[in-house]
Structure formats: structure tokens, C-alpha cells
């Protein structure tokens, strides 16, 4: 019973240790005032103010799950392709990038934030 009672605490202890990176992962967000209406990649409109995205986990290696929240208070969980900055001169702090569709809106494309001393890049999908 003792040998039974001692692999199960070794077991508990690695699992624990395993999954202590992914408790201890900290919420990235990055804030932004947007001056003009804009659309999110889902193709919502929302209207000037504050936009806040935030990386909620990584859902694979080369993606992560966010939740992107504007000033009229819309709402919305999206996908990234996750990637590194091409080149090593771009500043660590978070930059969100837009574009304009084809009828002249403002288009969320996606976002970049210093982690240690690299710059990960998030574009984010519909």
C-alpha cells in the first residue's frame, strides 16, 4: 500500500510541474485609442474610442486564442497566426496594425509585443 501511496505522490508532483507554466502564464493585453470607426476581423463595425486585445493562451505553437474588446462595448474571440518580427529593429513596444478593405475602412490586421528580446508578431484571422 505504501509503494502505491508513494507513485502516486510522484505522480501528482509531475503532473503539477508539467502543467506549472501554463498556471503561471500571465494575460497579454495591449491598448489603443482608434480614432475613426474601425472593423474587426469578423467584419464587425465599431465605432472610434478604446480597443483592448489580449492574448488569452497559445492555442498551438504557431496561433493563439485572443479577446478583443472595443469602446461600444463589442465583444469577440479570435485566432492569430503567431510569428517573430523579420527584423530585429522593430521597438518591443506593442504596435497594433490596420489596414483599409476595399471600400476605404479601417481594418484590424494585427498586433506585435516584446517578449524577453524578441518582438512576436499576431496576425489575427476571421
Avoid at 480614432?35 to 465605432?47: A, M, R
Avoid at 492555442?59 to 530585429?88: K, Q
Wanted: proline share 6%; net charge positive; glycine share 12%.
Amino acid at each position: 500500500m505504501r509503494a502505491r501511496d508513494a507513485f502516486a505522490a510522484v505522480a501528482f508532483l509531475i503532473v503539477c510541474a508539467l502543467a506549472a507554466p501554463g498556471w503561471a502564464q500571465s494575460r497579454t493585453c495591449v491598448r489603443a485609442a482608434v480614432g475613426e470607426p474601425f472593423l474587426l476581423p469578423d467584419g464587425s463595425q465599431h465605432g472610434a474610442g478604446p480597443l483592448r486585445i489580449c492574448l488569452d493562451r497559445l492555442y498551438s505553437p504557431s496561433s493563439g486564442l485572443h479577446t478583443i474588446e472595443a469602446a461600444d462595448g463589442g465583444v469577440g474571440s479570435f485566432l492569430s497566426r503567431r510569428g517573430r518580427a523579420e527584423s530585429a529593429a522593430l521597438p518591443q513596444a506593442p504596435r497594433i496594425f490596420f489596414g483599409r478593405d476595399g471600400r476605404q475602412r479601417l481594418t484590424l490586421l494585427g498586433y506585435t509585443v516584446g517578449v524577453g528580446d524578441t518582438t512576436q508578431v499576431y496576425w489575427l484571422q476571421r
